[in-house]
């Protein structure tokens, strides 16, 4: 049963636009909502994470939204470029356990030039 | 530089013989932890580590064996491999601070195992 359910698969866009990914979970227990960024033939480092103590978190040109009743998250980046492709995962944990990481089934995203 | 480690980068294997994935770690984190990437299904844990001698099963951990005899290193251990372990292994370490829930989790650049 896969906790954190993550869409769409794949997701193409042109150069400058704002892909959205979105996730959403089941256990109320999650209080840490980490997004992966995955290259090609790389292993995931950590984009931009938030707790669900507030509904928006900026770094850059990315953004993740958080919806606590509605149990969703997403993450949008701005003004997306070629470099951006990759595979991105989301993520769901509980502060205090014994960091398990809870991954959803990742987001290919093209960004044509 | 600070980095986890993985070897092999590539194995092919038959069913049934013994191997052995290493991971260290240069960033004295108390946590490790190994995944499995399949397509569509993202990345499960498979064991994970609070500390030397302290290890713990993760969501898929059959057919799989660790161990934590220094801090550094957590091998994966497949003492049977079958064709369904074919798969891109991923090992990765954090410090771990109870109670915070925001500890990073570095990875290692990955091992593709085949299983024939």
């Known amino acids: 049963q896969q906790q954190v359910k993550q869409s769409p698969q794949s997701l193409i866009v042109q150069k400058g636009g704002i892909p959205i990914i979105n996730c959403a979970y089941e256990n109320t227990a999650f209080d840490y909502f980490p997004w992966y960024q995955q290259f090609p033939g790389k292993g995931p480092a950590l984009l931009i994470a938030i707790r669900p103590d507030v509904s928006e978190k900026k770094e850059g040109r990315f953004t993740i939204s958080f919806n606590k009743s509605a149990k969703q998250f997403s993450l949008h980046i701005m003004d997306s470029q070629p470099g951006d492709s990759a595979t991105y995962f989301c993520?769901?944990?509980?502060?205090?356990?014994?960091?398990?990481?809870?991954f959803g089934s990742g987001t290919q995203l093209t960004v044509l030039p | 530089e600070a980095q986890v480690t993985q070897n092999p980068r590539y194995l092919i294997t038959v069913t049934g013989k013994k191997l052995t994935v290493t991971c260290s770690q240069n960033m004295n984190h108390e946590y490790m932890s190994w995944y499995r990437q399949d397509p569509g299904l993202g990345l499960r844990q498979i064991y994970y580590s609070m500390n030397v001698e302290v290890t713990d099963k993760g969501d898929v951990p059959e057919g799989y064996k660790v161990s934590r005899k220094e801090k550094r290193n957590f091998p994966l251990i497949l003492e049977s491999p079958s064709p369904n372990q074919t798969s891109l292994y991923f090992c990765a370490s954090s410090i771990l601070t109870r109670g915070a829930g925001t500890d990073t989790q570095y990875f290692g650049p990955g091992t593709r195992l085949t299983v024939l």
């Open positions: 993520a769901a944990t509980t502060a205090g356990s014994a960091r398990q990481l809870t």
